[in-house]
């Protein structure tokens, strides 16, 4: 799946196991810090990183309602694990396991998120990527973005009540 006008290169990019990819936003989804692993991963300089919008390195490969349930949690102020295809600026792309958190401050805002991620399993991968792949087929069937992406979210709730699990409980599980 490919958006005009986005460049997918078709290559993975991989990085250690013993790396963590660590970058901070404001509560918007700009980032405000990117670690040297982040930077070399989605291959921009810190200059042009910085004060984007996360959404910079979204691979097209991703069901918006993968990050609708991502946003819902933090904003409610609770933790998140989730699969996330990403892309580089040149057009490749690699998977992380992302842990996002919010951060509060001494009232108990939200101030920013704060988000970890790791080398994914490659047998995980292949489960969240049927799955989002399915998600996504959802989501490009109605004409209507919105309606398509409430669609494919009542999808995965759906398979959660089914299942009878929470969604990292679910994640942890791939």
């Known amino acids: 799946m490919s958006r005009p006008g986005v460049y997918l290169s078709g290559v993975e990019r991989t990085f250690g196991a013993d790396e963590i990819i660590v970058s ?38 991703m069901p918006r309602c993968v990050f609708k349930l991502l946003w819902d949690t933090i904003e409610a102020g609770k933790e998140i694990f989730a699969y996330v295809k990403n ?11 992302a842990h996002v958190t919010p951060t509060f401050d001494k009232s108990g805002k939200i101030v920013s998120y704060h988000s970890n ?6 047998e995980a991968v292949a489960k969240a990527e049927a799955l989002y792949q399915e998600l996504l087929a959802i989501e ?21 009540q089914g299942a009878g ?7 942890f599980s791939l």
């Not at 930077?39 to 490969?61: C, K």
Request: without cysteine; positive net charge; hydrophobic residues 35%.
């Open 24 to 61: 901070k936003t404001d509560t918007k989804g700009r980032i405000i810090y990117a670690n040297e692993v982040f930077l070399r991963m989605a291959g921009f300089s810190e200059g042009e990183i910085l004060n984007q919008p996360h959404s910079i390195i979204r691979h097209p490969d």
């Open 87 to 97: 892309r580089s600026k040149n057009g490749d792309h690699y998977w992380v396991l």
């Open 117 to 122: 991620r790791r080398s994914p399993r490659r």
């Open 140 to 160: 490009n069937g109605h004409a209507d973005r919105k309606v398509g992406m409430e669609a494919a979210f009542q999808a995965v709730v759906a398979k959660l």
């Open 165 to 171: 699990v929470p969604y990292d409980e679910f994640v």
